[in-house]
């Protein structure tokens, strides 16, 4: 799920394209998120990757 919201830059796109809620996908991410202790997305329009993750070129 996590790969798809990167891919969308978009949890609602994200969710679309997996055929779930876009709840599920943000609680999905949300976990793993608090797992790793670190924040994965900025949650703004466009989701953008965090910038302790930068996107491959």
């Known amino acids: ?12 796109r994200a969710a679309r394209a997996l055929g779930t809620s876009q709840s599920s996908v943000s609680a999905c991410v949300k976990a793993l998120e608090e797992e790793l202790g670190v924040l994965l997305f900025q949650r703004k329009r466009p989701v953008t990757p965090s910038s302790r993750f930068p996107a491959n070129t």
Request: aromatic share 16%.
């Open 1 to 12: 799920m996590n790969l798809a919201v990167a891919e969308y830059l978009s949890f609602n």
